[in-house]
């Protein structure tokens, strides 16, 4: 019969224990339940993965969801599997024998919800599983990876088409992110093949941070000056480099701080240990590059401090945004300074050096990555609004008065911005 509301309802108390939905998400359930594809666009811990598991609870076949990150998948399929719903995720993290094991398990209707990484999406043996059973739907989760506009592009994200095509019957498509630029939006749309979806755009604004841009001559006396005011709240620190995450690091420890650290120079065993100790608020401040973080959910990140400032607005709203997800007053600064622009511009080329582009495809992402970073630095010298700042380079207009940042509690002297800014990057 008709799959509607209530029945979301009901799986949203009874299986995943909440009372109520979050902004956005009852539409998008209720336009996939009718078969309508689906683009949820909700910023970082708005809920964007209940988006999907309700429904896929609630129809017949299975639903299979991509997902870039290995450690994505394991979180959450332990957290499902926890709740007593039976999900299973298909990666090159299974051994030979494990992968059978889920296959064999699937191909016998064992699991409602199946995690794969997009490489694994056109092998033979997942092909000839997905030929025997009925996929409902195919969620697509981070989906801002299928657009070169995108902060990560992952060319096996394509493969999701070819994956479509294969099936005998299209399923719903879904797909979801936080990226809510237009040029991705239309690229996620159009390269997946989204037939009339239904587009849901949702609450860029977090009215419970405050965000502020210091441009101290020590960054690290600046930090320890914050940490001092800020004794016993729990906070991440994010560095630019390994180096700097290192020497930040050290100096916390140095003046007894219960700090952690995390980058991809560490062996997994640190890194998870890192992990555990900061969300358990053993060691409740952590310092990282931007490997930390994606997948994490902790609630009461009390302030996120950049100490250098990153590449674009995207990247610096969705690790700012790990603050305050408890919905209490957080606070995120980003520590600015000249060089900060210089290492992103060295970044931006070599970046471009790694990749394998065209002539035309590399001046494009320049030009791209250029702007953004732009962006981002016009950012750390406006006077205007913040928060209003950011609501607008995603497309989202806010007051031009929040009330809530530094600039919108500081009185400026007119100066020529746009002068001081041409000075520090080629424009
Ligand atoms: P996103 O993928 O959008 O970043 P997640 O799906 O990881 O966000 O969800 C973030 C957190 O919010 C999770 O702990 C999730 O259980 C919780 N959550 C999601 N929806 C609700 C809801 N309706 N009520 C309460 N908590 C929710
Ligand atoms: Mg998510």
Redesign the pocket.
Known sequence: GDLGVSDSHKV?QEV?G?????EG?EEVIHAALKQQDVLGI??????????YQIPALLFDGITVVVSPLISLMKD?VA?LNQLGVHAAFINSSLSEGQYRKAMANACRGQYKIIYVAPERLMTESFLSFTSCVEISMLAV?EAHCISQWGQDFRPSYIKIVDFIQTLPKRPVVAA?T?TATKAVKEDIICILGLKNPYVAVTGYDRENLFFAVKKPQNKQQELLFYLQKNKNSSGIIYCNTRKNVEEVYDSLIERGYPAARYHAGLCDSERKQSQDDFIYDIRPIMVATNAFGM?I?K?NVRFVIHYNMPKDIESYYQEAGRAG?DGEPAECILLYSGQDVRINEFLIEKQLENDELDFEERKLIRERDSERLQKMTFYCFTNECLRDYILRYFGEYGNTFCGNCENCLTEFDDIDVTQEVSTLIRM
Do not use: E, H, N, V
Request: aromatic share 14%; proline share 4%.
């Open positions: 949203l995943f909440y009372s109520s939905f979050r998400q909700m910023p970082t811990g708005a809920g964007k993965s209940l988006c959450q957290a989760d979801y936080a997948g959910d609630s997800r």
